[in-house]
């Protein structure tokens, strides 16, 4: 398994800001993920990020919007850029571990009034 | 297509009983299948999964059913408790030999309340 902490826990934040969430592992991974979680909703996948390389993202998820950097083999941030209220979710930071399990941060809650 | 459909939505069981939910899926070459439990608050927890290459998986109280014809994999509960109330994904991924192409697709989840 895998310990991920992300910070913020949660935050409120104005529209037209950004935030930056943070994701730290316990351990050396190659593929990290960022998933967005809606009130009520389940999972959808923003982006893959592996070290060393540009952030992959998925379709109706765009760079400009959800920046993604992934310096070391331990550490991602996304930064949810510009916000709206639509950016209010949970956004979970995942890694891969061993034979394709996948385990999950705690989740930053974000609130865009 | 990348799809996974989740069945029931929400679900209420007495203590004792068994919880079971349904996945259904349709894209051939999926070939990981893991359930995820997530408790209010949490991120998801991953609970238990299944490759396609056996029918049924079993850890504690929790099995998988899988059913690689009918492309249906289910998750029951057995003897379910309060502390099992949580919500419950099923996923699906292509992991294939090398997993160079690792992405899981989630169903809506379920809503499973264990009555005492």
């Known amino acids: 398994s895998a310990v991920i902490s992300q910070k913020p826990s949660r935050d409120i934040c104005q529209r037209g800001t950004s935030l930056t969430i943070q994701c730290q592992v316990d351990s050396q991974v190659t593929m990290m993920f960022w998933y967005r979680q809606q009130p009520g909703q389940s999972l959808t996948l923003i982006a893959t990020?592996?070290?060393?390389?540009?952030?992959?993202?998925e379709s109706g998820f765009v760079i400009d919007k959800f920046p993604i950097s992934r310096p070391n083999l331990t550490f991602s941030t996304l930064t949810v850029s510009n916000m709206s209220p639509e950016d209010s979710s949970i956004y979970l930071c995942?890694?891969?571990?061993?034979?394709?399990?996948?385990?999950f941060g705690e989740g930053s809650r974000l609130t865009v009034l | 297509q990348q799809q996974v459909k989740q069945s029931p939505q929400s679900l209420i069981v007495q203590k004792g009983g068994i919880s079971i939910i349904n996945c259904a899926y349709e894209n051939t070459a999926f070939d990981y299948f893991p359930w995820y439990q997530q408790f209010p608050g949490k991120g998801p927890a991953l609970l238990i999964a299944i490759r396609p290459d056996v029918s049924e998986k079993k850890e504690g109280r929790f099995t998988i059913s899988f059913n690689k014809s009918a492309k249906q994999f289910s998750l029951h509960i057995m003897d379910s408790q309060p502390g099992d109330s949580a919500t419950y994904f099923c996923?699906?991924?292509?992991?294939?030999?090398?997993?160079?192409?690792?992405?899981?697709?989630f169903g809506k989840g379920t809503l499973l309340t264990v009555n005492p």
């Open positions: 995942s890694v891969r571990v061993g034979a394709g399990e996948l385990f």
């Open positions: 996923a699906a991924s292509m992991i294939g030999s090398g997993g160079s192409n690792y992405k899981l697709t």
């Open positions: 990020a592996n070290q060393g390389s540009e952030a992959t993202y």
